[in-house]
């Protein structure tokens, strides 16, 4: 069914990424996917759907082999939210999207993907195989009775039908995530006692006949795309020989590929975040590529062509899923293309932007390329008039502001008081499974340079820096100072401010205080229980930690292995004010990953505390009228940050000022907000 071929065209740095692949009758130009993403203007109207449709065409200009839209329910029940497509009045809407894709590239194609979320969705008439409530479901669902799981296959078939008619090259049907056929696989989800449930094989047949049913109506030519859960991450899940019970039933049954998904979205591992390795699943795509003859896909924490060019020169995949790079860049294939990787805007799988948003139910963007999903709205043209505009501080604002200028024709004058760029971004780099954040740093010294930035490090400017210089304008990204607080003690010997703690300026001993439990406090508590083993980067370690078992696969690749988290040899105990849950204010998706993990490393955490008064020995709080002395070598003041206006202040009216960042509001303040910002007013000025 498949063959490749072997000609290698354009730039030979990624050789592999390039070679185009066939399958049945259609040629995938490379190897790379842009894979689903929500967009959170799935549900939309038509304007959304344009404003998709420049997202879509702006990436398949580039030439990226094939392009996988957001989920779309087939039906009302299986809805998230409302995006569906059941009806063929909405053809049109979706032409756009697939017109606009094969108008900018006719090589590209275009797959809907089709999401029944089944115990997960939305609305109350939810149906499942049983009536087994999800852990993160909103409602139990109602068990499928012979009448209604034929109408689900008949909608599959359904909204399969509308997208060929809509223009789309093919579908994508999602059978992983705890979404509606994957829990006909697992036997805690699935309690039937009819032909779809019972045996494994009986578990498979409601995805089977969805392909044969697709399979048949649609011909041969209609790409057919199932994401299988292919380490479902669930104690008690499918094991590898149900993995490949159901992969041959599926290739039997008319799938054109295989997509290998990984984890359900209840499962307790992470697998997108940024503390997972890269390319952390891809041993598992490739012991499934060994045992069928459909393409694999392979996905997850794939964000770089190198990564990329690897798994496929060690036969681990037949094509690599990338999602979220694709919304950091959108030109993220033409530089694979051109061998400019080293200009690629990476993805640091923050997923402040994305996901956290897509589980708000906000819509999407991306906290480095705040353009993703405004392509209609956002845009850095040409300037009419060339200023010449002096930024102060090359933190993520300065340098958002400054590229983007400067690429639009104005001359910058980029100032930096230290010796490099980056700023917050130089703290948070140094934080275990963060690591991504090199990766902006190096983009942003290449795009300053390839857009004629003037950088000028070491200088810290004072007013005289700025007058008779004939600026047009001045912006400033000065940044934050670390918040003062007011603690009897706090001058004490044994109290440090995060700075000093992440940079190593000062000495950190056994015992340790955290005061302040926000992104910072957690980040410095990962620093300071770090120990000898590598997660982020290590798999062999990141298996260790979240209990995965890669090479014997047990039922959902985790049953019987015990997490073994390194236990700090720091006693820690981070404290906050508020009476909230420790933590509950991280991102949406990643918030739990950064709470367990401390938990599991024996940090303490506790709240409603009130401080009292610190000494040398350590500090007195009180937590519910309760006195408490908590003896400590080190007191980390983590209490997050104020706004530095002082040149901004000062500064004469000889210009037109701006205030960015940081230094404009420092209260909440992100690198998602910041860097937003400052593109907007680059976009603008
Ligand atoms: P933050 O999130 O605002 O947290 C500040 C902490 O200090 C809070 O726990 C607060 O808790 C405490 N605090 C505030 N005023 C205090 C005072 N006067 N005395 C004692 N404690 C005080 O700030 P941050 O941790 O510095 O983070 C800055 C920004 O960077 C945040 O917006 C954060 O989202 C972002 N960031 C995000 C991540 C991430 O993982 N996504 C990582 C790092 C940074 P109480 O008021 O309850 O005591
Ligand atoms: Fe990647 Fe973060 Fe952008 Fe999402 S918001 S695409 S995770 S960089």
């Known amino acids: 069914m498949m063959a490749s071929?072997?000609?290698?065209?354009?730039?030979?740095?990624?050789?592999?990424?390039?070679?185009?692949?066939?399958?049945?009758?259609?040629?995938?130009?490379?190897?790379?996917?842009?894979?689903?993403?929500?967009?959170?203007?799935?549900e939309g109207n038509e304007n959304d759907f344009r404003r998709m449709a420049a997202y879509f065409a702006e990436r398949a200009e580039t030439g990226v082999g094939l392009i996988i839209t957001g989920g779309i329910s087939p039906n009302p029940e299986g809805a998230l939210d409302d995006a569906i497509f059941q009806k063929s009045d909405d053809i049109p809407k979706h032409k756009i999207i697939t017109e606009?894709?094969?108008?900018?590239?006719?090589?590209?194609?275009?797959?809907?993907?089709?999401?029944?979320?089944?115990?997960?969705?939305?609305?109350?008439?939810?149906v499942a195989p049983s009536a087994v409530k999800s852990r993160i479901g909103r409602f139990l669902p109602n068990e499928l009775n012979d009448v209604s799981l034929k109408k689900q296959i008949d909608d599959f078939v359904n909204c399969a039908e509308l997208s060929k008619s809509a223009g789309y090259d093919g579908v994508e049907i999602i059978g992983s995530a705890g979404y509606l056929i994957s829990t006909f696989f697992v036997s805690k989800t699935n309690l039937r006692k009819d032909d779809y449930g019972g045996s494994f094989q009986n578990r498979t047949r409601f995805a089977k006949e969805i392909v044969q049913n697709i399979r048949q109506k649609l011909g041969n030519d209609f790409l057919i795309i199932f994401r299988i859960p292919a380490?479902?991450?669930?104690?008690?899940?499918?094991?590898?020989?149900?993995?490949?019970?159901?992969?041959?039933?599926?290739?039997?049954?008319?799938?054109?590929?295989?997509?290998?998904?990984?984890?359900?979205?209840?499962?307790?591992?992470?697998?997108?975040?940024?503390?997972?390795?890269?390319?952390?699943?891809?041993?598992?795509?490739?012991?499934?590529?060994e045992r069928v003859s459909v393409p694999v896909i392979t996905s997850n924490r794939i964000n770089m062509p190198e990564v990329a060019e690897r798994v496929l020169e060690n036969n681990e995949a037949d094509l690599i899923s990338m999602a979220r790079p694709f919304l950091a860049d959108s030109q993220l294939f033409l530089k694979i293309k051109e061998g400019r990787d080293q200009e690629i805007n990476t993805c640091i799988a923050c997923n402040q932007a994305c996901l956290d948003h897509a589980f708000a139910r906000k819509e999407?963007?991306?906290?480095?390329?705040?353009?993703?999903?405004?392509?209609?709205?956002?845009?850095?043209?040409?300037?009419?008039?060339?200023?010449?505009?002096?930024?102060?501080?090359?933190?993520p604002s300065g340098l958002a502001f400054s590229e983007i200028a400067a690429q639009r024709g104005h001359k910058i004058d980029l100032f930096e008081g230290s010796s490099e760029i980056g700023g917050q971004f130089n703290l948070a780099k140094k934080i275990p499974g963060k690591e991504e954040f090199y990766e902006t740093l190096r983009y942003f010294y290449n795009a300053l340079k390839k857009n004629n930035v003037n950088l000028i490090l070491n200088k810290w400017v004072n007013n005289s820096d700025l007058i008779g210089k004939g600026y047009d304008e001045v912006?400033?990204?000065?940044?934050?100072?670390?918040?003062?607080?007011?603690?009897?003690?706090?001058?004490?010997?044994?109290?440090?401010?995060?700075?000093?703690?992440?940079?190593?300026?000062?000495?950190?001993?056994?015992?340790?205080?955290?005061?302040g439990a926000g992104g910072i406090g957690f980040d410095v508590a990962e620093l300071i229980s770090h120990g000898v083993r590598n997660p982020s980067v290590n798999i062999e370690d990141f298996a260790s930690q979240w209990g995965i078992d890669f090479v014997n696969h047990p039922r959902g690749g985790v049953t019987g292995i015990p997490s073994l988290f390194e236990k700090s040899d720091r006693e820690i105990i981070m404290l906050q004010r508020k009476v909230t849950p420790v933590g509950i204010?991280?991102?949406?998706?990643?918030?739990?990953?950064?709470?367990?993990?401390?938990?599991?490393?024996?940090?303490?955490?506790?709240?409603?505390?009130?401080?009292?008064?610190?000494?040398?020995?350590?500090?007195?709080?009180?937590?519910?009228n309760?006195?408490?002395?908590?003896?400590?070598?080190?007191?980390?003041?983590?209490?997050?940050?104020?706004?530095?206006?002082?040149?901004?202040?000062?500064?004469?009216?000889?210009?037109?000022?701006?205030?960015?960042?940081?230094?404009?509001?420092?209260?909440?303040?992100?690198?998602?907000?910041?860097?937003?910002?400052?593109?907007?007013?680059?976009?603008?000025?």
């Not at 401010?497 to 015992?511: E, L, M, W």
């Not at 998706?589 to 709240?607: Q, Y």
């Not at 007191?635 to 040149?647: H, M, T």
Request: aromatic share 6%.
């Open 364 to 395: 999407v963007s991306c906290l480095v390329n705040p353009r993703a999903c405004n392509e209609t709205t956002l845009n850095y043209f040409p300037v009419v008039k060339k200023k010449k505009i002096a930024v102060i501080g090359a933190g």
């Open 585 to 624: 204010g991280l991102g949406k998706t990643t918030g739990w990953t950064h709470r367990l993990s401390l938990k599991n490393k024996g940090i303490r955490m506790l709240k409603g505390v009130e401080y009292r008064n610190i000494n040398q020995d350590g500090i007195s709080i009180s937590v519910d």
């Open 475 to 515: 912006v400033f990204s000065t940044g934050v100072n670390p918040r003062s607080i007011n603690i009897e003690g706090i001058n004490s010997k044994n109290v440090i401010s995060y700075i000093d703690a992440i940079t190593g300026k000062r000495v950190i001993g056994k015992k340790i205080v955290i005061i």
């Open 100 to 126: 606009a894709v094969h108008n900018a590239n006719k090589e590209t194609k275009i797959c809907l993907q089709i999401l029944h979320s089944g115990p997960l969705a939305k609305d109350k008439n939810l």
């Open 626 to 685: 309760k006195l408490t002395f908590i003896e400590a070598d080190t007191i980390i003041v983590c209490a997050g940050q104020e706004p530095d206006r002082s040149l901004y202040e000062s500064a004469k009216d000889e210009f037109k000022k701006h205030l960015i960042g940081g230094a404009f509001e420092a209260r909440e303040l992100d690198a998602k907000i910041a860097i937003k910002q400052a593109s907007e007013l680059a976009a603008h000025i």
């Open 231 to 289: 380490m479902d991450m669930m104690e008690g899940g499918m094991s590898w020989e149900e993995i490949l019970i159901l992969s041959k039933g599926l290739e039997d049954s008319g799938v054109s590929i295989i997509s290998t998904h990984f984890s359900w979205h209840e499962s307790p591992v992470p697998t997108i975040a940024t503390m997972v390795p890269r390319a952390a699943f891809t041993s598992v795509t490739k012991r499934l590529k």
């Open 5 to 42: 071929q072997n000609k290698s065209k354009g730039f030979s740095k990624f050789k592999r990424i390039l070679e185009p692949l066939v399958v049945g009758k259609t040629i995938i130009a490379n190897r790379i996917i842009m894979g689903s993403m929500h967009t959170g203007l799935e």
